[in-house]
């Protein structure tokens, strides 16, 4: 026979982990983790077209940041199976038309491996961003990509950086944020002319 103190730890038990639930479920909505991927086989030449996303490993993106020293600059780091990218891409494809004319300059970086490039290809070519759009290397180590592009990073996304126009990194979002979040993290790197180390708005939730 059970007594009322089992049942009513049962209970318990039960609304823990339906809480639990609950948060991973509302984690999970506003931020996707890479994909494992055992093995990644690498596009025939043959398939590389003109215009496609140049790829890029940790030095050729270092290389890329620097080019825009003296600017603002805002990198999304972003992939054709992650909802919450797709979904706020249109917003920084916007974003950088409105502050381009001040000094903002717009980076993408596509996580996609070799098998979705077709995909990749179609949603640029839907997107329009104009700007500059890049792919990881397929094969390189991606743990040290993330931590040598920002040792916070673990490699969930959105992943949104934000440079200062002295070329440190001042701020980034992890997971999808609203518009006002993004407008006061760019009128913050483009005010600033050193951007120093300010704190992170790293969240699951856009705000």
Not at 42 to 51: H, L
Not at 105 to 126: C, I, M, P, T
Not at 140 to 168: C, L
Not at 172 to 189: E, P
Request: aromatic share 12%.
């Amino acid at each position: 026979m059970i007594s009322w103190g089992e049942e009513i730890m049962r209970m318990l038990g039960r609304c823990v982990f339906s809480v639990a639930l609950l948060g991973f479920a509302a984690l999970a909505a506003f931020s996707f983790v890479r994909p494992l991927i055992a093995s990644a086989k690498a596009s025939p030449s043959g398939d590389a077209r003109a215009g496609d996303p140049q790829l890029i490993d940790l030095a050729g993106y270092k290389d890329v940041t620097a080019k825009y020293h003296g600017k603002g600059l805002l990198v999304t780091f972003w992939a054709t199976w992650c909802v919450p990218c797709r979904d706020e891409y249109p917003m920084i494809v916007s974003l950088s038309k409105e502050y381009g004319p001040q000094g903002l300059a717009v980076v993408g970086v596509s996580l996609d491996e070799d098998a979705d490039l077709g995909l990749v290809r179609q949603f640029l070519d839907k997107s329009q961003p104009g700007f500059p759009n890049y792919r990881q290397k397929p094969g390189i180590d991606a743990d040290a990509f993330y931590q040598g592009v920002n040792p916070d990073w673990r490699g969930t996304m959105p992943q949104t950086d934000f440079y200062g126009r002295d070329g440190h990194l001042a701020r980034y979002f992890v997971g999808q944020k609203s518009k006002d979040a993004f407008v006061q993290a760019i009128r913050l790197i483009l005010l600033t002319g050193d951007s120093g180390q300010l704190p992170s708005a790293a969240s699951p939730a856009g705000n």
